[in-house]
């Protein structure tokens, strides 16, 4: 029987980095991957292939919508969805080719088939040439997640579909139905009404990515509006039909009046669920709680000493980035260094167009645990890089502490955001004032200038192009 230092369950982005960072560290590593590619959800359902379809039909809306602003006159325009799938499935290759390659660099042996625990440091791989016993003296479970739903709207991957199927459909809707107003919602939601879909956002709460500061919410919504969306707020969904041609939603809405949606398909997004089918955590004694997490303490390991786990099927987030950074933790954990996670500052984004992104309290946030502060806040229309570009849509908010200035949460919603974030992550790792960004020097003409002049507004009410 083999023998590793290290076994990871899981080759999405927290499981492939643990390994990696594992061997790294000079630990005799294998990683097992459930199916015949790396890279988990994220490379393959989710996080590059929605990236890819974003950024395919925002060329395509722009040109239609957009061009002849800049002075480029388009005619006869159309959509090969077909070849849009096929580059998006060519990203996803080079990709998961790309995870493959870092395994053999890194000598990570990898087991393509079902992992199973017999025992608390053994676990069989359902491999296509048979079963094959492993043993390792820690093990990372990095199984990630699949789509949630609830009664009533269970998917028959046909009409009535999740993440996964609406990242391979072979028709552009006439009428989408997107049931939950998150992240994922709105993304693949957004790729289908840029091609021309009428997209209906069915939505339990009172305002679209409730999670996140409600001021980009409504900002959001504005944009999504003029693209062809239609929203339906504190509406719950009772069920969900597959009529033969089509879909039909029928909800209630606040005041328990039956409302019923008609569409070419239903897209069901209301989360995503810790995927553990499989994995036999009784047999290692794994605890795992009711919303069907994995328990872990704050070292990340369960309730078994030398078992851990990361990513979807723990508490917190469930964001690449973060499985990510857990993904590292742990094996510096196991290597008997001391590294540490800032949850607070785990950034998030949406991937629509203009993009959403965040870092540390929301201002609900503030107001909920009773803390003083105050918002510099700057539009993306007041930039000269916004004007020449056409993306005017947006802003840059900043709460900071309102008697220190120091910074506790940054929002942004505008062109290019999600890599502006950066900036503020940066900055509240090391507990930076709002006062400290107004003062460092940011260059002209950029998008990033509104970051600045928001810190301005902050500090002392005086942003300078406004």
């Known amino acids: ?43 393959n359902v989710g996080c590059i292939p929605s ?40 990203v996803v290759d080079q990709t998961t080719s790309g995870v493959a390659y870092l395994m053999d660099k890194n000598k990570i042996t990898t087991y393509h088939g079902l992992g199973t625990f017999e025992s608390k440091d053994t676990v069989k791989v359902a491999t296509a040439d048979g079963d094959v016993t492993i043993q390792g003296k820690n093990i ?9 739903f609830f009664p009533g709207m269970e998917p028959d991957k046909d009409r009535i579909i999740t993440s996964t199927e609406a990242l391979q459909l072979k028709e552009i809707p006439k009428k989408l139905v997107v049931v939950g ?6 993304e693949l939601g957004s790729v289908y009404a840029r091609l021309g879909s009428e997209i209906t956002v069915v939505e339990f709460a009172d305002s679209i990515i409730p999670t996140m500061d409600r001021t980009m919410g409504k900002e959001l919504q504005k944009v999504l509006k003029k693209e062809g969306f239609t929203f339906k707020y504190n509406h719950r969904v009772q069920k969900v039909e597959n009529t033969g041609k089509g879909i039909k939603v029928t909800a209630l809405d ?25 994995l036999g955590l009784e047999k290692a004694g ?4 009711e919303r069907g997490q994995i328990e872990t303490n704050d070292h990340l390991q369960t309730n078994i000493p030398g078992i851990y786990a990361i990513g979807d099927v723990v508490k917190g987030a469930m964001l690449a980035h973060k499985a990510e950074e857990e993904g590292v933790f742990v094996a510096e954990v196991i290597a008997g260094q001391k590294p540490h996670i800032n949850y607070k500052l785990i950034p998030g984004v949406v991937y629509t167009w203009p993009e959403v992104a965040a870092v540390g309290y929301t201002e609900e946030e503030l107001k909920a645990e009773g803390k003083d502060y105050k918002v510099g806040s700057f539009p993306m229309r007041a930039l000269g890089r916004a004007r020449a570009s056409g993306d005017i849509n947006g802003l840059v908010k900043i709460l900071a502490d309102k008697e220190t200035d120091e910074v506790l949460g940054v929002h942004m919603i505008g062109a290019r955001v999600a890599d502006l974030i950066a900036e503020a992550v940066v900055a509240m790792e090391y507990r930076a004032s709002a006062e400290d960004i107004s003062r460092m020097s940011h260059a002209h003409p950029t998008y990033a200038e509104a970051v600045k002049e928001a810190a301005l507004a902050a500090t002392d009410n005086r942003p300078l192009n406004i």
């Open 1 to 43: 029987m083999e023998q590793y230092d290290v076994i990871v369950i899981g080759s999405g982005p927290g499981g492939y980095i643990a390994a990696v960072r594992s061997a790294q560290l000079g630990f005799k590593t294998a990683i097992i991957e459930k199916y015949d590619k790396l890279g988990g959800t994220c490379l």
């Open 51 to 90: 990236k890819a379809l974003l950024d395919s039909s925002e060329h395509f809306f722009k040109a239609k919508h957009e061009f002849t602003d800049h002075g480029i006159n388009t005619s006869d325009l159309q959509v090969d969805l077909a070849k849009m799938m096929e580059r998006k499935q060519s």
């Open 140 to 148: 990372i479970i990095a199984t990630g997640s699949k789509p949630n």
């Open 181 to 186: 107003g998150g992240v994922i919602g709105l």
């Open 254 to 278: 606040k005041k328990d009046q039956e409302v019923v949606f008609e569409a070419d398909y239903c897209l069901v997004s209301v989360g995503r669920k810790p995927y553990t089918d499989g």
């Open 286 to 289: 794994v605890k795992v709680n």
